[in-house]
């Protein structure tokens, strides 16, 4: 008896943003698998896929957006279905990785829930994770598996080098992301500079600018940063460049939360433009905001998508920047 064995790749999708898994598909020549899913009376959740995924490599893709915690466990949820149903491999596609930002303690008696989510996925059954600008890359090592760390860096530099109109400055809003900041930097052939900020710890989203380490005076400046919330650090770096004497403000970052007052701060504040990629849906307040532009990374995610399918490399698509 002769048995051929054949890959067959099978993408899936969470209810949380439904649009950029539908082009990841598109790009990728298939279509989302099939799947029900429904919520009981009471709120829990209810998964049952429509066909047979035996032996097949899955992904299953889900944005961590509000409500937060109801999309976590839905994703947790496909996983462990998946795994049941005796899936080849499952891949947990995470464009926004949920509570990244407590990835340390920063004061005793604090959760690392980071950490937390990631033994989630392992206990739900998952083989490999794919994120994208995660809060800190130290979280891929928080699982025991591979973890695919992506940065959206490509597709924002295509953009800004076709829109960038004279001498530029890339600020990192922290002491933290002034790494991310040089990396801009180094593609856009610009200066970096950084602000120097506090932030209270017993507050959430409580920020105060303070001061600018470099040379913004005169230029066009870039604040780039992994995540807009609520536009507090975005705004306040935006007030303090302009105040410095910079030409005009851009904000870049990966996934646009835009939690309240995040909108009313953009439109207050002195800022050309706010780009953010589609990791997470555009809340419905925001959408027609005018200075908003939303870039997509639909193929950076099929890109990778693939290159695990077929086992290439990861890496290779994102010139090493994928760190």
Do not use: W
């Amino acid at each position: 008896m002769e048995i051929s064995s054949r890959k067959r790749l099978m993408v899936f999708s969470g209810s949380a943003n439904e649009g950029l898994a539908r082009e990841v598909a598109n790009i990728l020549g298939t279509e989302l698998g099939g799947v029900d899913r429904s919520v009981f009376a009471n709120g829990e959740i209810y998964v049952h896929y429509t066909e047979s995924v035996r032996g097949a490599d899955s992904f299953v893709i889900q944005s961590h957006t509000a409500p937060i915690n109801f999309h976590i466990m839905e994703q947790l949820i496909m996983i462990d279905a998946l795994r049941r149903a005796s899936a080849k491999r499952i891949t947990a596609v995470v464009p926004f990785y949920g509570y990244a930002r407590q990835d340390k303690k920063g004061r005793p008696r604090e959760p690392i829930t980071a950490r937390l989510m990631g033994d989630l996925f392992v206990a739900a059954g998952a083989d490999r994770i794919v994120s994208v600008d995660l809060h800190t890359g130290q979280i891929q090592g928080f699982v025991g598996f591979p973890f695919d760390h992506l940065t959206a860096m490509p597709v924002f530099v295509d953009y800004l080098l076709a829109s960038l109109d004279g001498p530029t400055t890339v600020v990192s809003p922290d002491t933290g992301r002034v790494k991310l900041a040089s990396r801009y930097a180094n593609h856009l052939a610009a200066d970096v500079a950084f602000i120097h900020k506090r932030r209270r710890v017993d507050v959430r989203n409580d920020v105060a600018a303070l001061e600018v380490v470099g040379d913004i005076e005169g230029r066009h400046c870039i604040i780039v940063d992994d995540m807009i919330d609520t536009a507090g650090t975005a705004a306040a770096a935006a007030h303090l460049v302009m105040e410095r004497g910079a030409l005009s403000v851009r904000v870049i970052a990966t996934h646009g939360v835009l939690s309240e007052p995040a909108v009313d701060r953009i439109k207050n504040a002195p800022i050309r433009e706010v780009v953010i990629s589609n990791t997470l849906p555009v809340p419905d307040d925001a959408i027609d905001l005018d200075k908003l532009t939303v870039l997509s990374i639909g193929s950076l995610l099929a890109g990778t998508i693939n290159a695990i399918f077929t086992d290439a490399s990861v890496s290779a698509i994102f010139q090493g920047e994928n760190i």
